[in-house]
């Protein structure tokens, strides 16, 4: 990543500079198209014709006889095309060259065919986020190259970068609205070079005659990206489409949905086999079992297993019983597969209940802690054999304890996460997944682990910062505004110290931790009651489904000694260090930025409010829940954690623009109306 951003600088400086040899690249420039090319690559070339007229303003022709001269771009997959240059080879590898004149976007593959055009969208100024940045490409006349260009992207080394859209309450609504904002997330995983996206592989339109891919799966082999299914979606399966695959496709009644009925669940789970081989689909086949939605099974299933290992060995039938039928039915012996060791999964592997199927194409895909972001004890536990594919899942966006509104973790968390699980898998680390939520807030995030994925081994969180920000904010200023990403990941409140040995920011206190510290402190004022630990009993905290620590705020370890002590410490020292960075965000945004001002204002400088003004809201509020008598006082501290609410409110409204205006139309998961609403009812109460 970093040779690579070195080269595009080096190349930015190179097109300024007139040279006899270079080759020049204008508006109208053909694209050929070797016609043995897969549609997801055509479906590739249709953006390309689009990056080059809004670059030139002109159209480019699709040609279908490869031009004898002049400019021209030549796409070819292999050895589609015949040159001076060798065919790349490897996974996904990719390059771009120069022939007779012309440039040649080359892949190995597809999808390495696919990389190399959005590459060269870059060269044309298309930056890989620019639709979820607000950044429409520049207008220029020309883009030079040298005539001996050559540049060569080598296998990635993770083979599969993976991301999961999940909690989507934002961009599911906003999705819907048109097909180009439908799409838009399928583009950007591309230009990121990211390959597999998790989710559903039916829907509601997969159980007639057509056996139809759900639309997310369609979406995704349209584009040349793996599908797999999310961590309770057994082979793509829901057990919500199981009475209308009973009734239209078998045309019976619906049999009982319980374990003991194996037979029935073996036949549903093998249509999503049979439907996804009937439409050719690129599978990660999901194994597992899990309830219905994100909860453990005997919560779901009536004739479940009370004691953990019962539980274990259902899950351990289960899997095996997958496993068996899906070599059936595909006729492979070693389909690529994964197990995920979600939450309750991850407890029972800890304690050495659940056994893996010694399978050498099943990845054992592990998962950072429940409502935080470290790797779980079970892969510290776990003894790993020297042949065991190996994924990692990490969270940036919980719809609990986590960031929904804000940013949190940033590029710094993620990558100790994924080196520590490398390290202990013995460097088998082969599928990385993030839950990319809403995308929108986690753009950073997420592409700084789209890059790391891609080069591993050199990866550096502070330089992928830096060349982020010169990338989107200009070169002049990509420092100093790297430095202030870095400020504002480094400003959340740490409410627990690490328990992993060099862990920074293990434990942080995200946003959707301030909406659930809110509700507990106005349950207590609303029924007069009072305590110096006003976070204790949370109802999430409940070992039994892999949940607990759902504040993680301990006293000690704040140098006080009770929670609410340590609610006024931590959100003071947190409103220090917001208030000097939305200063300097100030001054940048009103006085330096000449470039990408909107997405500064929608990631940065916009997120450090929410958190500036979530921080006094929780802080106003302990004080005025600290003060026994209702006093002036009292009502006037409840009155500023109120406007403090509605500023970060209307924080999130200056973010709703252009094509995500009506962003947050939908939001509930966090709360903001409720919690708004019980504050004016407090204020009103005649106890003043």
Request: include cysteine; proline fraction near 4%.
């Amino acid at each position: 990543m970093k040779k690579y951003f070195l080269f595009l600088l080096a190349l930015t400086v190179t097109s300024l500079r007139v040279d006899a040899k270079d080759i020049i690249i204008r508006g109208k420039v053909p694209v050929y198209v070797s016609p043995e090319e897969s549609a997801e690559v055509r479906l590739a070339v249709a953006d390309l014709l689009r990056d080059l007229q809004n670059v030139f303003g002109q159209k480019s022709p699709l040609v279908d006889q490869q031009p004898k001269s002049g400019t021209a771009i030549i796409v070819s997959t292999g050895n589609h095309f015949k040159s001076k240059h060798a065919a790349i080879k490897g996974w996904e590898a990719h390059q771009l060259f120069i022939n007779n004149g012309q440039v040649v976007l080359n892949g190995a593959d597809p999808r390495g065919t696919i990389y190399a055009i959005y590459t060269f969208s870059e060269l044309l100024g298309v930056k890989p986020l620019w639709f979820w940045a607000s950044q429409a490409p520049k207008k220029r006349a020309e883009l030079h190259l040298p005539d001996r260009f050559l540049k060569v992207f080598k296998s990635p080394d993770i083979i599969y970068r993976t991301w999961l859209p999940n909690d989507t309450d934002f961009l599911s609504p906003w999705q819907e609205r048109s097909q180009e904002n439908y799409e838009a997330i399928f583009e950007s995983m591309l230009r990121l070079k990211l390959n597999t996206i998790e989710g559903g592989i039916a829907d509601s339109n997969s159980f007639g005659p057509s056996m139809a891919l759900g639309r997310q799966a369609q979406a995704a082999k349209r584009r040349g990206l793996v599908n797999t299914g999310h961590h309770m979606q057994i082979f793509g399966s829901n057990y919500s489409n199981w009475s209308q695959y009973w009734k239209a496709v078998r045309h019976q009644d619906v049999p009982e949905l319980t374990i003991a009925n194996r037979n029935a669940l073996a036949e549903y789970w093998g249509y999503h086999i049979d439907l996804a081989m009937k439409n050719k689909a690129e599978i990660i086949w999901l194994v597992g079992f899990r309830g219905n939605r994100d909860i453990p099974f005997w919560e779901f299933f009536p004739d479940a297993p009370k004691d953990a290992q019962s539980r274990a060995k259902v899950i351990g039938e289960m899997v095996q019983l997958q496993i068996d039928l899906l070599k059936k039915k595909t006729g492979n012996s070693n389909p690529p597969m994964r197990l995920t060791l979600y939450n309750e999964m991850t407890t029972l592997l800890a304690q050495g209940f659940l056994q893996i199927p010694n399978e050498p194409s099943l990845i054992r895909n592990f998962v950072a802690a429940r409502r935080d972001h470290f790797p779980a004890q079970d892969i510290y536990k776990h003894q790993f054999s020297s042949n065991e594919p190996t994924g990692y899942y990490m969270n940036f966006q919980f719809t609990s304890t986590g960031s929904h509104l804000a940013q949190a973790e940033g590029p710094r968390k993620m990558e100790q996460n994924y080196r520590i699980v490398d390290s202990l898998s013995k460097g088998q680390l082969m599928f990385s997944v993030v839950n990319a939520g809403n995308v929108r807030e986690h753009v950073v995030e997420l592409a700084a682990n789209a890059a790391m994925m891609w080069d591993f081994k050199s990866f550096d969180p502070k330089l992928f910062l830096k060349n982020f920000s010169s990338t989107y904010f200009g070169q002049d200023l990509g420092q100093e505004i790297s430095n202030l990403y870095l400020d504002f990941f480094n400003a959340y409140w740490q409410q627990k110290k690490a328990d992993i040995p060099g862990f920074e920011r293990q434990y942080i206190f995200q946003d959707m931790r301030y909406a659930r510290s809110a509700e507990m402190i106005l349950s207590d004022l609303e029924k007069g009651k009072f305590s110096l630990n006003p976070l204790e009993n949370h109802p999430m905290d409940n070992p039994d489904k892999g949940s607990v620590g759902y504040f993680r705020v301990i006293p000690e370890d704040n140098g006080v000694t009770n929670q609410l002590e340590a609610i006024l410490k931590g959100t003071e020292t947190a409103i220090k260090k917001l208030e000097k960075i939305t200063d300097k965000a100030d001054v940048l945004y009103n006085s330096k930025l000449t470039v990408g001002k909107v997405f500064f204002n929608d990631n940065l400088r916009g997120q450090a409010y929410v958190m500036l003004h979530l921080n006094k809201m929780l802080n106003s509020l302990a004080q005025c829940y600290q003060l026994k008598d209702a006093t002036a006082k009292k009502k006037e501290l409840l009155k500023q954690s109120l406007t403090e609410l509605k500023l970060m409110h209307q924080q999130l409204d200056q973010a709703e623009h252009d094509q995500f205006s009506d962003w947050y139309a939908k939001e509930t998961k966090f709360g903001i109306d409720g919690i708004e609403k019980r504050m004016n009812a407090l204020l009103i109460k005649p106890i003043w």
